[in-house]
């Protein structure tokens, strides 16, 4: 006994027939490079604005609130902004954020052009020592961070225990009777922590230009030198100039980087003594967290220089283009 109503399996089959369109269908709109570029990107963006916008947006409003870890808050405006201004451990804490970056960049970018200078050249061991070079800046901050402390720690320093008794290495001279205290007494440890910095953040740099170098034509070098240029003067005449666009990207990242910077100021010397090494990420979380949890206080501080970075940013990106 037939159970179907009259015309269902005429329906089943064109139903049927049906599917291999609407899969062409598919297909077409898939071959549509813009619609498959946005569906190639949704993941990303999906990513970007539940990890990335929203915490941001959301430190935004805490800024703009007296909230503590617990309660909420109400909104103040600017007042946390302009009370920042009025605390004078924030003012030593830009100071410091300020020279802790443009020390840094200045050593990172000078021994990084330095360093891809060097393993730009052929010689034997050439694979391994770019490999090498990546060490610092692929291993754990923390494990970094602790490294560093060991090696400036007042009682174990190797460094100190060189400079006081290791005659051997000084010619039998004797450089200094004490060592510095390089956690302890300015300017020594903020010397130790751009020390740190340097030493992390250099292969960055160097690998960085490299890749740059490699674009470099030799014809270039080749034409200059019959010309009579000395390695000088080709290096301030076509290295430089052809590299500036990717020195000018890495230097920009880089220092929003370093404003940044968080774990390897608060392992080595947590802000000392006395909030001298304090940086902006380093008081935003003593005064946000572990301090008075001023949560509110302690996202206008993070976010007291953001202003600032965007304009830089956008002003960098801009003439980029142009060129």
Known sequence: MDLKPEGALERGLAAQD???????QAAALLERENILAYLLLTPAVLTLLIFVAYPFCYGIWLSLTDARIGVAGAFVGIRNFADLLHDPIFRTTAKNTFIYTGATEVFKLSLGIAMAL???KRFRGQRFARAAMLLPWIAPTVLTALGWKLIFDSLFSPINWALTHHYA?????RPLRDGPSWLGVMPWPMISLIIANVWRG???FGISILAGLQTIPDDLYEASAIDGASAW????RITLPLLRP???VVVLLSTILTFADFQ??????NGGPTNMTQVFATYAYQ????????????AAISLFMFPLLLIVVVAVLLSLRKE
């Open 202 to 204: 250099m292969p960055f």
């Open 18 to 24: 049906a599917y291999p369109g609407r899969r062409a």
């Open 169 to 173: 290495i000084f010619g039998g001279w």
């Open 118 to 120: 060097v393993l730009n």
């Open 233 to 236: 003067q080709r290096f301030w």
């Open 264 to 269: 390897l100021i608060k392992v080595l010397t």
């Open 246 to 248: 990717v020195i000018t």
């Open 287 to 298: 005064v946000g967290i572990t301090g008075g949890s001023n949560i509110g206080m302690g």
